[in-house]
């Protein structure tokens, strides 16, 4: 038995020393140049079970077939020369025991690894120049598996953004923006064309996710390699106005505009935010009687227009910022119709004082601001420097004369539309002083009573009602009167501002109605956009409800939260679903619209108007769309349509009111005195800033008699505090002129009381 042993020991002894010299002859013919000797003497190795095993043996079958590959003269007896080569390469890293061995492995070798990579990426690009992706993929993943190649790692992630695989993309993108932007700032490596891509793809992703600072840090690196590259310039640009959204306007705030003019200075969007926060700065010091900081801060202000004079294309910037270029006596008086026209009286008259000031630098007197004032050009300026003068100095004998003089010559003219209020104002002051005259209270009556008519007819409702409700007041043997134009702007309202904010469905083409259709697609999770005059209409929409109300603060449609709200339909639409907690399996999950499911009141209308009017209209015990359309503290929202579904983001906070303000005024709906029939839903609503728990309400008809109705269960955490019950009229009973006389109880024993009025609107 042990010389049988001895005998195969020896034997196989000699079979390895014959296969190590046929892998020697393999190795010599191979540099050589006897490719086919080569070939042959290295397949006689590898039949031996263990030798194919082993890496180098596997490694030198593969150089062999490369050499073969390159070698022209051969092609055509070995077709499959350059698979076979990339074939063993890939059997011999495979044969090593683990990664660290495998990776080692790839160093050793690694000259003839980026031979490889080199010859194989050049076929991956010739798909990936054609368009066919799905080829070019795996030729470029099998590059990445020989080697860390910044060129395959780019372009496999190009191949999965390009199928729609973002997952996969990304995080190709961001291992090679890594490599790249290492290897750029930390040798002598020259930059690509290529290098550009991964930090555009992150760029792109991270902006449509609103995932900012993400975004910015990619831009931001990726701009530190490529400062001159037009795309990333683009995002920075996105990106600057993204992170200056998100300051609060503050000092901070002008400094992060004035720094992007340096790199944009013609851009006409921060020519415009310079201009609106020096005007909130001025303003907030305006409102706090701080005039001194006002003046200073205003003074620098109109430098900066007088110093753009300089500027070569000076024309160019006056195209967006009216300023541009004043002087500092044209840029006041420029700055105090401004204030006069965005109804900031407050601003307007410390810009009056400023101005006084420069004309009169030692000072200025009462007589001198007495002479100084009805020459200050319109009559809402003028009025508004008496009015706030003669408020913290009731007794200014010149400024009360040359009040009383302006306004007896200013009766004697023919009043334009605007020429209106201040015309109220001025009348109403000068009774204050002269109780005697009849002119002022009779001049006054008339104004207003042609103010409330042309408001109403000139669209300006919220004017009109403040006005109308003033006069009901003051002139009750007016009533009858009133009464119709109280009718007039309920019918325009609706008409402007209900009727005019439709908005045609895809095919429905009707004059001077933009049409919308989603552009976004659920399969590739595209999120669309909505264009601005169909936002704009949804705007109208909800102020209009809003302001029937009887609210004066209305709210805006912000183009962050409209984003969040396209992201969140088109999460529903994805999932032919809608809630307001999708969790991170959802199909086309995206966390700013998940965010924005969260406050969002969701339907399902392709139709962002009808939403709205839905919203309202809402059948529930609660109501609790309704009552957030409604909240006053609300300032921003947004809307978001796809092809089925809307979400309006409306539960905000951002509004700071007087906090006894809806303690005392309530807001119903329907709204108190008129409403149109069409909006007369089944369930109604009393909200108010105070404690409902226990409050009961009844109605009754024109004639008298109890309406039934059934009164809901109180149910707090909607917006204000508001009870809601359902009365039993029959939708088909209402007819023009039909009275209703609401009566809500406190558990306290307050009472309110209100009557609604049905208008049959006729279109």
């Not at 809402?380 to 408020?391: C, M, N, Q, V």
């Not at 009111?657 to 005024?665: A, E, R």
């Not at 558990?747 to 049905?758: A, F, H, L, N």
Request: with cysteine.
């Amino acid at each position: 038995m042990r010389l049988t042993l001895l005998l195969f020991s020896i034997m196989l002894g000699f079979t390895v020393q014959a296969q190590n010299k046929a892998c020697d002859k393999a190795e010599l013919a191979l540099k050589s140049g006897n490719l086919k000797s080569a070939n042959k003497l290295v397949d006689k190795c590898l039949k031996d079970p263990d030798a194919s095993k082993n890496p180098n043996l596997l490694l030198l079958k593969s150089r062999i077939q490369f050499a073969i590959f390159k070698d022209k003269s051969m092609a055509e007896e070995f077709p499959n020369a350059l698979k076979d080569a990339m074939k063993f390469a890939e059997k011999a890293i495979e044969e090593n025991k683990n990664a660290a061995q495998r990776e080692a492995f790839k160093q050793t070798h690694l000259d003839y690894f980026s031979e490889l990579i080199k010859i194989n990426n050049k076929e991956a690009m010739s798909y990936y120049n054609s368009s066919k992706y799905a080829k070019a993929l795996p030729l470029f993943k099998k590059s990445m598996y020989f080697g860390l190649d910044t060129i395959s790692m780019v372009y496999a992630g190009e191949c999965y953004w390009a199928l729609e695989q973002w997952d996969e993309s990304i995080e190709l993108c961001k291992k090679s923006s890594e490599l790249i932007y290492m290897a750029v700032l930390d040798s002598t490596v020259k930059v690509a064309g290529y290098h550009r891509h991964p930090f555009i793809r992150l760029c792109e992703y991270y902006i449509k996710n609103l995932q900012f600072d993400s975004a910015y840090l990619y831009v931001k690196n990726g701009r530190a390699i490529l400062p001159n590259d037009p795309d990333l310039s683009s995002y920075t640009y996105k990106l600057m106005k993204f992170q200056v959204d998100k300051i609060p306007p503050s000092y901070d705030y002008l400094i992060a505009i004035q720094n992007g003019l340096r790199d944009f200075p013609f851009d006409s969007f921060l020519n415009h935010r310079e201009n609106s926060i020096y005007i909130f700065l001025l303003n907030g010091m305006a409102e706090a009687g701080e005039q001194r900081q006002f003046d200073s801060l205003f003074h620098v202000y109109a430098e900066s227009k007088l110093e753009k004079r300089k500027l070569k294309q000076l024309q160019l910037m006056k195209k967006f910022d009216i300023f541009a270029g004043m002087d500092n006596t044209a840029f006041t008086k420029a700055m105090m119709t401004y204030f006069v026209n965005s109804n900031l009286e407050k601003s307007c008259y410390s810009t009056v004082l400023y101005y006084c000031s420069k004309l009169k630098p030692n000072g200025t007197s009462s007589d001198s601001l007495a002479k100084i004032t009805p020459t200050l050009g319109s009559s809402e300026i003028i009025e508004i420097t008496y009015r706030y003068f003669l408020t913290k100095n009731p007794k200014d004998k010149a400024m009360i004369k040359s009040l009383s003089d302006y306004t007896s010559t200013f009766n004697k003219t023919t009043l334009e539309y605007r020429d209106l209020l201040p015309g109220v104002r001025l009348n109403d002051l000068c009774r204050t002083y002269f109780i005697k005259n009849p002119e002022f209270p009779a001049k006054a009556k008339t104004y207003r009573m042609r103010l409330i008519s042309e408001t109403a007819d000139s669209g300006d409702f919220r004017l009109s009602r403040i006005t109308w409700t003033e006069a009901s007041k003051m002139y009750p043997d007016q009533m009858k009167t009133l009464d119709e134009y109280w009718r007039k702007i309920v019918e325009n309202d609706f008409r402007m501002n209900y009727f005019g904010s439709r908005i045609n469905p895809k095919g429905k083409t009707e004059k001077n109605v933009p049409e919308y259709a989603w552009n976004g697609n659920a399969d590739s999770c595209k999120w669309g956009s909505m264009p601005d005059d169909v936002v704009l209409r949804a705007q109208q929409r909800i102020n209009y409800f809003r302001r029937m109300a009887g609210m004066s603060e209305m709210i805006s449609l912000t183009k962050q939260d409209n984003e969040m709200c396209m992201l969140a339909v088109m999460m529903c639409e994805s999932n032919k679903s809608m809630t307001h907690n999708p969790n991170d399996g959802w199909r086309c999950y995206v966390p700013a619209g998940a965010d924005a499911l969260k406050d969002a009141i969701l339907s399902k209308d392709g139709n962002p108007a009808i939403a709205i009017t839905a919203a309202m209209g809402q059948n529930h015990s609660t109501v609790g769309n309704r009552r957030w359309l409604l909240y006053p503290n609300a300032l921003y929202m947004g809307i978001g349509t796809s092809k089925t579904y809307t979400a309006i983001k409306a539960i905000d906070d951002n509004r700071g009111i007087d906090s006894n303000k809806y303690k005392s005024q309530y807001v119903a709906w329907p709204p108190a005195n008129a409403c149109p029939k069409m909006l007369i839903f089944k369930k109604w609503s009393f909200s108010i800033d105070l404690d409902l728990n226990g409050a009961t309400v009844s109605m009754k008809d024109g004639s008298g008699q109890a309406v039934e109705l059934k009164q809901e269960p109180y149910t707090v955490g909607y917006g204000m505090n508001t009870i809601v019950w359902e009365p039993s009229i029959p939708a088909a009973s209402l007819t023009d002129g039909s009275v209703f006389h609401v009566t809500v109880k406190l558990k306290s024993g307050k009472t309110y009381q209100y009557t609604v009025k049905i208008i049959d609107v006729k279109l």
